[in-house]
């Protein structure tokens, strides 16, 4: 290393005036001019590279998820192996809706068009190892005046001379090469730091891949609970309109008094105007599906069908495991990286820079013997440059790069707490939802059984309507629990799912899977 690495909490003032070494040049010689090169070249390879190496921050310690204990494991068909986690689901019409918002989503395009931008940023900077070309070729007109009286001419020369000014012309054509030494490993480290906000952005695209295919699911299966909601509501409407032309005919017969009847008519409007708000409840999971994948709400529409999809078995793997699959956990990670490296670029400018130059070409001024050998320059040699004083300007920009370091660190540690706590909560949800749906099944077959038995009861005269109206009501409204429980815990395995790091793989840092080309069909 240099000994101008500075101490550890060294207070000595550092460069200011911004006094810089003058390059060398040489127009005579060639065999000496290379003499620097080959010098700077035997330095370059040996040249160190400043600032600390990296390592993986720790995070806190667990072995397993308190809440998987007695959760159901997924059966060998159902491990997430692949991208593709919403095929866990087993619906064709929900893997089209996914493969159309991979396609379409506007928010997951402006994801991928902000990794694009990363990823040119790291070719920009793996250009700054390549020398740098360059070519100039101009004309230049410039005038004196002088204190003699007016007058005079152009002459062959080009030279406007007398009266005490004159204006002359220079031609001038060259090239230039620079190419800037990675001594201090200033560089890598801008191109690691670079690199590892790549590999950020790539993970932040997963993420939000991720997140929109979730939030879609979860919408699609939302609506299919409300399908069957509606369905059930249906066929209580029409139990409850038989039950109504019963009551009449009873009525008619003077079997029954009036107020059955209207309490009959009653139960059958109030069922349907459950019936009518489920319409608008569902028209907004369709209008928000239609979104997600791109399109106007007015031009989507989702035909509804018979079948719920059950909740998958989902693998609840380890700690270790969430680390590598959770996307949000990898870009956090990623920018950890990227702010050790930033803390070399910044403890860089403590050094000198040695820049190789070279430039050759033509000036003359006249343009007709322009390009011509008498009229050939060329000038080549290295330059120092270092900064010697700035009153402590370098000192605090790594002290600015070693607190964003231990900014993103502590960034990375709570998303992998974050991550922990959504796992065990999500478990803890389908565990509950689990066993709360069994008891809800035992309540409403109890429904069921009451309500089958005060229905003969009131046939054969022995209870009035009251009775019967309301174990309907107790009947209804647990089956319509029973069914939104089912969509609870579709929503939670969808959500475990994305906890889990959904079918996100870690390699999609160095090369992600970008929007597939739009679908056709819409």
Known sequence: MSPFTPVPGDTVSKPAADRRFAPFHRTAGASRAWRPLLL???VALSACTVGPDYQRPTSAPAVVFKAAEGWKTADPADVLSRGDWWRLYGDPVLDDLVARLNANNQNLAAAEA????ARALVGGARAAFFPTLGANAGVTRSGQNGS??????LGND????????????????NLSVSWELDLWGKLRRQLESDRAGMQASAADLAATRLSLQSELVQDYLQLRVLDAQKRLLVSTMDAYGKALRLTENQYRAGIVPKSDVAQARTQLKSTEAQSIDLDYQRAQLEHAIAVLMGVAPSSFQLAAEERVPEPPGVPAGVPSVLLERRPD??????????ANASIGVAEAAY????????????????????????????????????TLFDGGLIRSRVEQAEASYDQTVATYRQAVLDGFREVEDYLVQLSVFERERQVQQEALDAARESLRLIENQYKAGTVDYNSVVSLQTNTLNSERTLLTLDGNRLTASVKLIAALGGGWRPEELERPVLRQAPDERQ
Do not use: C, H
Not at 114 to 117: G, T
Not at 148 to 153: A, E, I, T
Not at 351 to 380: H, K, M, Q, V
């Open 40 to 42: 700077a070249a035997a």
């Open 114 to 117: 902000q990794y694009r931008q």
């Open 148 to 153: 003699g009286g007016s007058g005079g001419s």
């Open 158 to 173: 080009g030279l406007y001379a007398g009266g005490g000014s004159s204006v002359s012309k220079s031609y001038d054509a």
């Open 329 to 338: 956990i990898a870009a956090a990670e990623r920018r950890v990286m990227g």
């Open 351 to 386: 050094y000198p820079d040695l820049t190789l130059s070279a430039s050759g070409g033509y000036r003359s001024g006249s343009f007709n013997d322009w390009i011509s050998a008498p009229n050939r320059f060329w000038s080549i040699g290295p330059a120092f440059a270092m």
